[in-house]
T-cell receptor, first 116, second 112 residues
Framework: AQTVTQSQPEMSVQEAETVTLSCTYDTSESDYYLFWYKQPPSRQMILVIR??????QNATENRFSVNFQKAAKSFSLKISDSQLGDAAMYFC?????????????FGKGTKLTVNP | EPEVTQTPSHQVTQMGQEVILRCVPI?????FYWYRQILGQKVEFLVSFYNNEISEKSEIFDDQFSVERPDGSNFTLKIRSTKLEDSAMYFCARGGRASIQYFGAGTRLSVL
């Protein structure tokens, strides 16, 4: 079974600075998807960024980018120019791209605080 | 892409009662999922539903849970006899392009 580990329960960053959230995962599969979801205090899950395992190029979405290291099974999220609205729980998630399973497997999350 | 609408936003029930949580897609989608998040814990998969059938379920999704799409539109999660430990946020998600799942705002279930 796949597992996702987020080793940082909490992180903080100064407004306008850069922060990196860590995520590692365990799988025997070669084809899969990885996601970062944001959960603000409203508790809605909002997609931040997505990465396909077969693509070597790291995904980017405006101020958000990932460092995907397939061999190391690492998928970190970098937030540049942090804004107060970035404060939230961030969840890393894994989804198989083979075998028919579509479920997302989530990590325990990292609570990000942005200080003004 | 739009997500799904979940109702109610907050449901309070007595232990042993049945509850039905609803998920209304914005347009006609085929893939749906239910997840739950116990307060302070990670989000856990419950069940996936494709073309009006369960395609996958987790160990959590036991006989007290059921899902259906009774009118071809609303997608419901029923908990037959609620327990205290069922208190959680329940999220509905729909499948979208590029294997992305789009989540609703969730229903907070409080079992007293």
């Amino acid at each position: 079974a796949q597992t996702v580990t987020q080793s940082q329960p909490e992180m903080s960053v100064q407004e306008a600075e850069t922060v990196t959230l860590s995520c590692t995962y365990d799988t025997s599969e070669s084809d899969y998807y990885l996601f970062w979801y944001k959960q603000p205090p409203s508790r809605q899950m909002i997609l931040v960024i997505r990465q396909e395992a077969y693509k070597q190029q790291n995904a980017t979405e405006n101020r958000f980018s990932v460092n995907f290291q397939k061999a190391a099974k690492s998928f970190s999220l970098k937030i540049s120019d942090s804004q107060l609205g970035d404060a939230a729980m961030y969840f890393c998630a894994y989804r198989s791209a083979q075998g028919g399973s579509e479920k997302l497997v989530f990590g325990k999350g990292t609570k990000l605080t942005v200080n003004p | 892409e739009p997500e799904v609408t979940q109702t109610p936003s907050h449901q309070v029930t007595q232990m042993g009662q049945e509850v039905i949580l609803r998920c209304v897609p914005i347009s006609n989608h085929l893939y749906f999922y239910w997840y739950r998040q116990i307060l302070g814990q990670k989000v856990e998969f419950l069940v996936s539903f494709y073309n009006n059938e369960i395609s996958e379920k987790s160990e959590i999704f036991d006989d007290q849970f059921s899902v259906e799409r009774p009118d071809g539109s609303n997608f419901t999660l029923k908990i037959r006899s609620t327990k205290l430990e069922d208190s959680a946020m329940y999220f509905c998600a729909r499948g979208g392009r590029a294997s992305i799942q789009y989540f609703g705002a969730g229903t907070r279930l409080s079992v007293l």
